[in-house]
């Protein structure tokens, strides 16, 4: 039987089967980010300290948009908008408006062999740079051998907005070097300065990155919404639903670490438009990310 424990003085759920072979940290008031998830007895997700969250934003949804936006400015719909620049150094917005944000338990359902812990945020407020109301859910369902991530947004203002979604875990490896990722594309974004996308370039499409000592901060377009992430401990294999799917991956500054992110838009999507969607009011966008992890 899954059990699902609240630590009330730090707001953080812990859940766990009876035989502790999963097990999922999640901080509610980081954004109800996962920072630690075991599957099948295997530490996929763990805590990345001495980096503190502020600038990793470990496993946080990305939300009205993934990545940066060029100076926090976008036009939408014959208007100007700025968010907050939240990135300094590169005078840029960064990673939307709800890693910061506190989630409310709403739900959750525990049996021998799945635990879904459903979670909301709900959005009241308007501010300059995205002056629109709306409503995250938010359902986590562990499995032994699998975790579904099920984001929904709902549009409760009364215009239709811009947005991009993304979700933003770190991977532990025993050995990053000799791990590699594997997925099909036959675009690679054109990153310049600022990490700000400048176009697409062609590439070969059977895609095996061997990870190596290679600093990655890069995006790819996917053909297919699998990706592997091949280890010598354990294979996972990402999918994810919808018609826009995007790969980033960023290697840290902590050693076997690994950042994985599915997203639908890219660096700068609010303006060059690449994997930018509208919302109307009253409509729903869900999404859903799943991990299956195989021990080798």
């Known amino acids: 039987m899954y059990t699902l424990q609240h630590i009330k003085a730090q707001n953080i759920l812990e859940i ?12 509610l008031d980081e ?32 939300f009205p948009f993934a990545n940066r936006i060029k100076d926090g400015s976008y036009e ?11 990135q300094k150094e590169e005078q840029n917005a960064l990673h939307g408006l709800v890693y910061n944000k506190t989630f409310q338990l709403v739900n959750s359902q525990l049996t021998a062999d799945t635990a ?28 032994e051998t699998s975790i579904d991530v099920k984001l929904s947004v709902v549009n409760t203002s009364t215009k239709t907005f811009p947005f991009t979604l993304g979700w933003h875990p770190y991977f532990t490896s025993a050995n990053l070097y000799e791990s590699k990722l594997v ?29 190596e000592d290679n600093f990655l901060d890069d995006c ?15 294979n ?8 826009n799917n995007f790969l980033q991956a960023y290697t840290p500054p902590k050693a076997n670490t690994i950042a994985i992110e599915p997203t639908t838009g890219v660096s700068n999507s609010f303006n060059n438009k690449i994997g930018l969607n509208t919302l109307k009011p009253s409509e729903t966008y869900a999404i859903t990310w799943t991990i299956t992890i195989q021990n080798n």
């Open 16 to 27: 766990k089967n009876a035989k502790a072979s999963v097990y999922g940290k999640i901080y």
């Open 31 to 62: 954004g109800a980010s996962l920072q630690e998830l075991t599957l099948n007895n295997k530490a996929i997700i763990q805590d990345l300290s001495p980096l503190p969250y502020s600038t990793t934003y470990a496993s946080s949804i990305l």
């Open 76 to 86: 939408f719909e014959g208007e100007t908008f700025q968010f907050n620049i939240n």
């Open 116 to 143: 879904t812990i459903s979670l909301e945020y709900i959005e009241k407020n308007v501010s300059k740079g995205f002056p629109y109301t709306y409503t995250i859910k938010l359902d986590y369902v562990f499995a």
């Open 183 to 211: 997925f099909d594309s036959k675009e690679k974004l054109i990153i310049g300065a600022r990490n700000i996308t400048e176009g697409t370039a062609a590439i070969k499409t059977n895609n095996t990155l061997k990870i």
């Open 220 to 234: 790819w377009i996917l053909n297919s919404d699998k990706v592997l992430f091949e280890t010598p401990e354990y």
């Open 236 to 243: 996972l294999q990402f999918n994810a639903t919808g018609n």
